[in-house]
């Protein structure tokens, strides 16, 4: 588990896709829990789940199958925050359309773990096999619940991290938009004798009329200037 923990705290976050670091935490979490051949990490946002990382194919495709029919254990336990475990999938009997589907999968037996992260549940970590039984032991469900603690903080610190990397890159091209619509109201105000509501007027109409953004506009008022057009 320090290796496991000692392995997640050097993910890097900076410039790097969220799915792509997402991706790495799983398979950090996939060498913790004993008997997962595959494992996936689902996000509830609105009721609604989605695989935010996922180690092995056969996870994905039983996290979709569940998505598909609405409900399944990843599902359940992310919504209700409680360890959800299938021994057999041949006689498990709470998720009917599912279990049949996902046999067809090559599953025999799965572990969902909600992920706690500050007094609720923001998804689960989900272990997948091809055996029956394979997280039947209480070794399986102290490893899965330790892991998905750990995994919690670190889904939620890179999904923090790409956050404010999104706000600061709005607030960036918000910027360059406002500089350069004034570097147009100049021109506009220079050229045609107005004033800077009339010129904003302007370029506020031609955005309507031509169907485009006033920042494009813009842009193409400054560049007339420096190719010597009007």
């Given at each position: 588990m320090q290796e496991l923990l000692r392995d997640l705290s050097r993910v890097a976050l900076a410039d790097r896709p969220l799915d792509e670091v997402l991706g790495e935490i799983t398979a950090i979490a996939a060498r913790g829990i004993p008997g997962a051949e595959a494992t996936s990490i689902t996000l509830i946002r609105n009721?609604?789940?989605?695989?935010?990382?996922?180690?092995?194919?056969?996870?994905?495709?039983?996290?979709?199958?569940?998505y598909q029919e609405g409900?399944?254990?990843?599902?359940?336990?992310?919504?209700?925050?409680?360890?959800?475990?299938?021994d057999d999938m041949r006689t498990e009997q709470r998720w009917p359309t599912y279990v049949s589907r996902v046999l067809a999968v090559g599953i025999r037996s799965s572990m969902s773990?909600?992920?706690?992260?500050?007094?609720?549940?923001?998804?689960?970590?989900?272990?997948?096999?091809?055996?029956?039984?394979a997280f039947a032991s209480d070794e399986s469900l102290a490893a899965g619940q330790e892991v998905a603690e750990a995994v919690a903080v670190a889904v939620a610190n890179a999904d923090a991290h790409d956050r404010l990397v999104d706000q600061a890159r709005n607030m960036r091209l918000a910027m360059e938009s406002r500089a350069v619509i004034e570097q147009a109201k100049g021109v506009l105000m220079a050229q045609r004798r107005v004033d800077a509501e009339q010129a904003f007027e302007i370029l506020r109409e031609a955005s309507q009329r031509y169907n485009r953004k006033l920042?494009?506009?813009?842009?193409?008022?400054?560049?007339?200037?420096?190719?010597?057009?009007?």
């Open positions: 009721e609604k789940g989605y695989t935010a990382g996922h180690h092995g194919e056969m996870a994905l495709a039983a996290d979709e199958l569940q409900y399944g254990p990843c599902l359940d336990a992310g919504r209700a925050g409680i360890v959800l475990r299938v773990v909600p992920l706690p992260y500050q007094g609720t549940s923001i998804g689960a970590l989900n272990n997948y096999s091809t055996q029956p039984g920042r494009d506009i813009a842009v193409g008022v400054v560049a007339s200037t420096r190719s010597g057009g009007r």
